[in-house]
Structures are given as structure tokens and as C-alpha cells.
């Protein structure tokens, strides 16, 4: 069975195609990157995948489940966790306190104005696990404002990790970042995928990163699938290396 099946979603908005007839199937354990130039319709692709926009037509399955008219908050119950292309995190709190917020979320625990004892001691156990696996855990107690960008992101996919996800989607993870916080976070991602054995879609547009990184790559173009493959074969084809590759050159 597949952890993630898109078959021929489509999103318009009024007279606008972002996305055409797109589809795409990650097994578990698989490390997908998605490409494309400015405008290829992949964080619109993104959002309709993690439940934040419908598909104007297709559908979606999540482990066999279709999840297409499932909403975002709901389809994190169900094991996906997804980090922004802009970093969200809330500056004002300290590190362990984003990540348990993210923790006590996904354990619905802010339904209930006293959780239990048991209950607490979870969400807090699941916080401080994620803090060692990013590598956060000296860093607990600062303001998460005070940090720098890099660890912002880190912070980040802690709190995505603490949901406890099957599937975790990265929306541009090491965007604004200088070399040694783009080596960090790609140090990290391949450790959740190879140590740990995430299956892990993202979208980037570093492809030094999406080389190091990916099992497999799908290519979009003008909101339509341009290309899928592996690292070789995508760096090999004509026609992206004309659409995406050549424009970073």
C-alpha cells in the first residue's frame, strides 16, 4: 500500500489553473522532492495535499484512506505533519513550550482545561524526545524569538514531529538560510528519513539539497506534472533542465 496517492487533482481559482491534472504516489519511507520555477503550482499542490485547500477535482488517499474533502486539522489526527514555507512558531513562548503546545494539540489535550496527570506527563515526554532528536534540547528554555533562523526552522519540524506523523510534508525547509544552516537542516532531514525512516514529501528549491536528499523527484511546470524520477534521471532531462534547472543558472 502507498502512505500517499494523488490522482489527477486539479485546483482553480475563478479562471486561474494553479494545478492540472496532477498525480503522484510516495511509498512508505520514501524521501519525495518537488520541484518547479516560480509559479508551478507547488504549495498550491502542497495545500491541497495537507487539507487546506479542496482539489477543484481529484482525489486524494492518505494509507488507503481518501482524505480529499478531509480537513487540515483533522488529516493531522490521521499522521501527516507539515512545516511552512514562512516559519510558524510563536516567538514569545520558549522552545519546550512551542513543541509541547504542538504535542498537546495532537493529543487533543487542549480540549480539556486540566488534563490528567498521565496525559501531561505524555505530551511532555513526546516534547522532550523531539527536542533530542532535532537537536534543540540545551536550547528548551529560550524564546524561540531569540533564536536564529535556522533553529527557528528546527523548532519548527520539532513541533511538526511531535504530532507524531506518518507523513511529514516541508514546505521549503532550508529557504533563507546560509550554507552552514542549510547543511544542518539537510544533516537533520536525512537523519529523520534514514535513522528514524519518515517518509518525508518537501518542496525546495536548493537543489543541492533535493540531490542530497531525494529517493525520487516530481517536477511541476505551469501547475502540470512536467516530469518524475530519480535524482539521475531528472538531472539528465532535457526539458527540466530547460524549465527549472536552467533558470537557476
Not at 59 to 70: A, E, N, P, R
Not at 200 to 221: C, G, K, N, Q, S
Not at 227 to 247: C, T
Amino acid at each position: 500500500m502507498t502512505m500517499l496517492e494523488v490522482r489527477n487533482i486539479t485546483k482553480r481559482f475563478g479562471n486561474l489553473v494553479a494545478v492540472k491534472d496532477v498525480s503522484m504516489s510516495v511509498r512508505p519511507g520514501e524521501l519525495r522532492a518537488i520541484i518547479g520555477p516560480n509559479g508551478a503550482g507547488k504549495t498550491t499542490f502542497f495545500n491541497m495535499i495537507s487539507g487546506y485547500f479542496p482539489p477543484t477535482k481529484g482525489s486524494i488517499l492518505f494509507q488507503g484512506k481518501d482524505v480529499t474533502h478531509v480537513p487540515a486539522h483533522l488529516r493531522v489526527g490521521l499522521g501527516m505533519g507539515r512545516t511552512f514555507q514562512i516559519t510558524e512558531v510563536f516567538p514569545e513562548l520558549t522552545v519546550h513550550e512551542n513543541v509541547l503546545t504542538a504535542a498537546e494539540v495532537a493529543a487533543r489535550q487542549t480540549l480539556h482545561m486540566l488534563p490528567n496527570r498521565a496525559d501531561a506527563k505524555l505530551a511532555n515526554d513526546v516534547a522532550a524526545e523531539m527536542l533530542a532528536l532535532v537537536g534543540l534540547g540545551a536550547k528548551a528554555d529560550r524564546l524561540v524569538g531569540e533564536l536564529s533562523h535556522g533553529d527557528q526552522r528546527t523548532t519548527e519540524i520539532a513541533m511538526a514531529l511531535a504530532q507524531l506523523p506518518r507523513l511529514l510534508l516541508l514546505d521549503e525547509p532550508t529557504a533563507g538560510m546560509g550554507d552552514q544552516e542549510t547543511y544542518e537542516i539537510t544533516t537533520l532531514i536525512r537523519r529523520l528519513h534514514k535513522e528514524r525512516n519518515y517518509t518525508i514529501v518537501l518542496i525546495e528549491h536548493d537543489m543541492r539539497v533535493v540531490f542530497h536528499l531525494a529517493d525520487y523527484i516530481t517536477v511541476l511546470d505551469q501547475g502540470g506534472l512536467l516530469a518524475e524520477g530519480r535524482p539521475d534521471e531528472i538531472a539528465a532531462s532535457e526539458a527540466v533542465q530547460a524549465a527549472y534547472l536552467g533558470e537557476s543558472q
